[in-house]
């Protein structure tokens, strides 16, 4: 071999050697056990262990159970085999254990595989509105998190187009909205307010409203209540008045339609200026800083609009007790928000 082709040679030789040792080396690592050749390491598995335990073990799923962190949870084994059936990884189910409530597992058991990893972080997704929230997210190029809030309050559909029932309607955490409605309720224990016996308001929210008129008075604030407590037959004859006069599309800004009023709960009281027709400015502000200590939010404000559909009521006061009054204002959200991610 001539001398100037040896060196190249040589080098070239040396190369492909140490790249071959070098996959050699971190292909024996990867793929084969550690310990010896023969007998494939069995990982301590709790999972493991309670599957074989169970009588829903499934030879096919031995390497899987080892795989998934054990969870104290009803027909885990089962759930598992389910989850594996869909496709999902062993990664993926750890994660559906950690972050997802068993309401929206056992809905995913009995649907197609979902894209789960977008919700991990969104505690209060929910697996069957999931193609909703795709939908709005495209539409509105929001986050994930504002997609869902946005579609739990109902707002991918018109106000009033798809309507459900208010939960809980005797507590005074109940919603309504343009989504929510009492129908017919009446609240069983309205008291009247000091001012007139034509104001009521329930037991609770009653007294703490004569602490916050009294309260006010002592920094010089002078209110009183124009409306509280509104009956079902009430809203539709004051509704329909606005509509006569507005037609339907304006008085919607303004008034509720009937069934779907905070006045019909007892929990709301509008209030005026002693002496005027009116809320004046003045008040208006010791109301928004103070009302939250009294267990009151001012429910619709003009950011708010595209979430309530109604226009600003500085007037309009809801009882939601002391600690979810504080909290709403604090946290500068529309209590339909603030239900969803809380109260529900
Ligand atoms: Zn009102």
Not at 179 to 193: A, C, G, I
Not at 211 to 227: C, E, H, M, T
């Amino acid at each position: 071999m001539k001398k100037k082709y040896f060196i190249p040679l040589l080098i070239t030789s040396i190369l492909i050697t140490l790249s071959f040792c070098t996959t050699a080396f971190f292909y024996n690592k990867k793929h084969i056990p550690s310990t010896s050749k023969e007998v494939p390491t069995m990982k301590n598995s709790k999972t493991l262990d309670k599957a074989l335990e169970s009588s829903s073990f499934l030879e096919k799923n031995t390497t899987k159970y080892q795989e998934i962190d054990y969870i104290d949870t009803n027909q885990f084994i089962e759930k598992i085999n389910k989850l594996l059936d869909l496709e999902y990884s062993t990664h993926e189910i750890n994660n559906i254990f950690k972050y997802i409530n068993e309401k929206n597992i056992e809905k995913m058991l009995t649907m197609e595989k979902i894209n789960v990893h977008n919700y991990y972080q969104v505690p209060n997704f929910e697996v069957d509105k999931i193609s909703r929230y795709e939908k709005y997210q495209n539409i509105h190029n929001c986050s994930i998190e504002e997609a869902v809030i946005k579609v739990n309050i109902g707002l991918d559909h018109d106000f009033y187009t798809q309507i459900e029932l208010s939960e809980n309607v005797d507590e005074y955490t109940v919603l309504v909205n343009k989504y929510h409605s009492l129908e017919n309720y009446e609240p069983s224990d309205l008291v009247s307010l000091s001012y007139s016996s034509n104001y009521k308001l329930r037991e609770k929210a009653a007294e703490a409203f004569e602490k916050l008129v009294s309260a006010a008075k002592l920094d010089n604030v002078y209110i009183r209540p124009y409306s509280a407590y509104r009956s079902y037959e009430t809203q539709k004859r004051i509704y329909n008045n606005y509509v006569k006069k507005d037609g339907q599309m304006l008085a919607d800004t303004y008034s509720a339609r009937p069934g779907h009023s905070e006045h019909q709960t007892g929990f709301a009281v509008d209030v005026w200026s002693e002496g005027y027709n009116e809320i004046r400015p003045n008040d208006a502000n010791w109301l928004k800083e103070n009302a939250p200590n009294f267990g009151f939010i001012i429910r619709y404000t003009e950011e708010n609009m595209p979430i309530t559909g109604y226009i600003e009521e500085p007037w309009h006061l809801r009882y939601l007790g002391e600690d979810i009054a504080k909290d709403v204002t604090e946290k500068n959200i529309t209590y339909d928000e603030y239900y969803d991610l809380y109260i529900k």
